[in-house]
């Protein structure tokens, strides 16, 4: 070990050398770069390329209608700095899709919906079924990543704001690793406790067991069209089993309770 | 930069450096600990790490349910009736000897004590339709009436742990004659507990089964068959978000290689990854008719159509519980104290957590000691009559 200690400080001498110059080298380059980039990313009203930043920006919200697209289109270097829930943003799952277009949902709950035959099948209203289980566990999930996302969102806050820089400067990175740990623990631990997290986690449950059911269905399906038993079939015959070894047992501890 | 200071609103470039140099050394420090423990942990091998080591033999078996007798460790008999161990079903009754010096039973058989444990096996879909019913007045019965015969008829002692406390006080208030005492350790009795004062983290599992109807917990266990052990160890690893989180990476990092730490983080591991399937009956009765509608303390809790009555407990009664358990809150286990006479029951509050009641050394004092110690002094039986632990001879004994 004694080796390879050596050769990690000597690596760190050379990285931290070579950082002290790099950072040195750009403090001037990067304040330039910082104005120029958020010069550069706000958009202008009256540029002719802003007709087709409006017609994605529409498109983005027909899909993602929580997702604000112009926001992204703001973020710049110095934004980023002053506003940290906006760059967290970017990482919030619940942004990306958090809800199906309604007019996806219309169009198979009028499949799904159709009154079924007696003679025929309905493929595609048990496909659309199948579909709305899928969607509403991506929509399950989603708003179950949202209220964790916003648990860690608050931890990040209530971090910054109960400890400085100066303690990170002061050498003490072990303690500010545990103080953080200590405040997203506290603060996901607050969370679990909420309605709003217990409220989604049965939606998330529910739709996941929606979804199990769902492949069983198909499952079986399948095996009963190839003369498998399926697990209904199998759980059935355990369920009579157990009550007849049930009974058994009973009888056994009667007779014995007869002989005495 | 930070809240509350009066920092310029523009990054500093050198200010951020310095800080960046110092969490970087920071890093570092930390790759070579957990450098260290990656090498012991390659050094490691499956067979390094053991747990329940402690001999033992299966003397009785009905379906996938074994009873065990340890073998003596001393020539020295205590003067008490034989003492089964029941766990629950969510876990491993292991978790009771994990290793040489911090093992219950082994201080219990240090102190002369004969000891039988349960295994209830490996669930599968097969005994999804086990109840509580069938476990308490079936197969625990089973194993206490055969404890009882081996010791020629006379009443045996129980300790209780966790969902097999429950069972346990469930059987003696059913079958109060089967028993000479009673102990418990983090046991929950009264399910809801003290659900408004609440600490922060404590007692995820009470309100978050309040949370669900009967239809939700019915639909997962439906599901399963089961209810899976995957599941419930995913639960029992969220209640605690951060550790759970950080225990293979900082968590091993921090241990610096030191081979004895690590072997005792591998053997809690070992016995956190055995969890077996609970099966899907009992577990809708645990958790609707126990957790969601508290019927134990309700009184309203019914087993092959008896009603149990706490208050039918008529044995010195050992109520073991961990101050900071977070789940199974103090307020759950603590009730229990209401049905008992106040003559028969005592307490140990351990200052720790659910699991630390067993597996930390200083429960091995506190915990082991207090449960030998309790034996001990209220459920004596002639020692000259105890059977041979090892051959199972018995003599000719009398109730004291």
């Keep these: ?260 | 930069m930070t809240a509350g200071t009066d920092k310029p609103e523009s990054p500093d470039v050198s200010e951020f450096a310095e800080v960046y140099q110092t969490v970087w050394k920071a890093m570092m420090e930390a790759g070579n600990r957990a450098v260290k423990s990656s090498e012991t942990l390659s050094r490691l091998k499956q067979n390094d790490v053991q747990i329940a080591e402690t001999p033992a033999d299966v003397v009785f078996q009905v379906d996938k349910v074994t009873l065990s007798r340890y073998r003596p460790l001393t020539n020295k008999k205590a003067d008490t009736p034989p003492l089964i161990i029941c766990y629950g079903l969510f876990g491993r009754q292991t978790m009771i000897d994990l290793q040489e010096d911090r093992s219950l039973v082994r201080h219990l058989l240090r102190d002369g004590i004969d000891v039988y444990v349960i295994d209830w096996g490996n669930p599968t879909r097969a005994d999804q339709f086990t109840t509580l019913d069938d476990i308490i007045l079936g197969y625990l019965r089973d194993c206490v009436e055969y404890a009882i015969a081996r010791n020629d008829g006379r009443p045996v002692s129980m300790f209780g742990i966790c969902e097999g406390g429950t069972f346990a006080a469930c059987l003696a208030a059913l079958e109060p004659d089967l028993f000479s005492g009673l102990a418990l350790a983090i046991t929950p009795i009264d399910f809801k507990g003290d659900a408004e004062n609440f600490r922060p983290g404590e007692g995820f599992l009470n309100s978050w089964t309040q949370h669900m109807s009967e239809e939700d917990i019915n639909s997962v266990i439906d599901t399963y068959g089961n209810m899976p052990g995957e599941l419930t160890g995913a639960v029992f690893s969220s209640l605690t978000p951060i550790a759970s989180m950080t225990k293979y990476n900082l968590g091993l990092a921090r241990l610096e290689g030191d081979e004895d730490a690590m072997l005792n983080f591998l053997r809690m591991e070992k016995w956190i990854s055995d969890r077996p399937d609970h099966p899907g009956a009992a577990a809708k009765q645990w958790f609707n008719e126990l957790y969601r509608e508290n019927r134990l303390v309700e009184g309203k809790f019914e087993l092959d159509g008896r009603r149990v009555n706490l208050g039918h407990i008529s044995v010195p009664v050992l109520n073991i519980y961990a101050e900071q358990d977070h789940i199974v809150p103090v307020s759950c286990t603590r009730p229990l104290g209401d049905y008992i006479r106040p003559k028969l029951y005592q307490e140990i509050g351990f200052p720790g957590g659910h699991v630390g009641v067993f597996v930390s050394r200083k429960a091995q004092g506190v915990v082991a000691g207090g449960l030998s110690k309790w034996l001990i002094e209220t459920q004596k039986q002639e020692a000259a009559d105890t059977p041979d632990p090892v051959e199972g001879k018995s003599g000719k004994a009398k109730k004291k």
Excluded at chain 1, 96 to 110: F, G, K
Excluded at chain 1, 154 to 169: G, I, M, T, V
Aim: aromatic share 10%; charged share 25%; with cysteine.
């Design chain 1, 1 to 260: 070990m004694a080796g390879s200690d050596n050769g990690m400080e000597q690596m760190f001498r050379m990285w931290q050398e070579g950082q002290n110059a790099f950072f040195g080298a750009q403090k001037e380059m990067a304040d330039t770069f910082a104005k120029t980039f958020s010069e550069t990313f706000t958009p202008k009203p009256k540029d002719p390329a802003m007709q087709g930043y409006e017609a994605w920006q529409n498109f983005v919200k027909a899909w993602a209608p929580s997702w604000d697209p112009a926001s992204a289109m703001r973020m710049t270097p110095n934004s980023f700095a002053r506003n940290t829930d906006e760059m967290f943003s970017i990482f919030d799952p619940s942004t990306w899709m958090a809800q199906t277009p309604d007019q996806l949902r219309v169009i198979l709950q009028s499949i799904a919906s159709a009154p079924q035959f007696a003679d025929l099948t309905m493929p595609q209203s048990d496909a659309a079924q199948s579909w709305q289980e899928v969607l509403d566990f991506q929509e399950a999930s989603s708003e179950f990543a949202k209220v964790i996302f916003a648990a860690w969102q608050r931890s990040y806050e209530a971090y910054a704001k109960s400890n400085s820089l100066e303690e990170l400067k002061s050498g003490k990175v072990e303690d500010a690793l545990n103080t953080w740990l200590k405040v997203a623990n506290r603060e996901l631990l607050n969370t679990q406790g909420t309605a709003a997290f217990m409220e989604a986690q049965t939606n998330l449950l529910r739709a996941a067991m929606a979804l199990k059911k769902r492949q069983r269905e198909q499952a079986e399906a399948w095996c009963a069209a190839y003369q498998i038993p399926t697990r209904t079939e199998i759980d059935d015959l355990m369920k009579t089993v157990h009550e007849l070894r049930k009974e058994v047992r009973s009888l056994k501890r009667d007779l014995a309770e007869a002989k005495k």
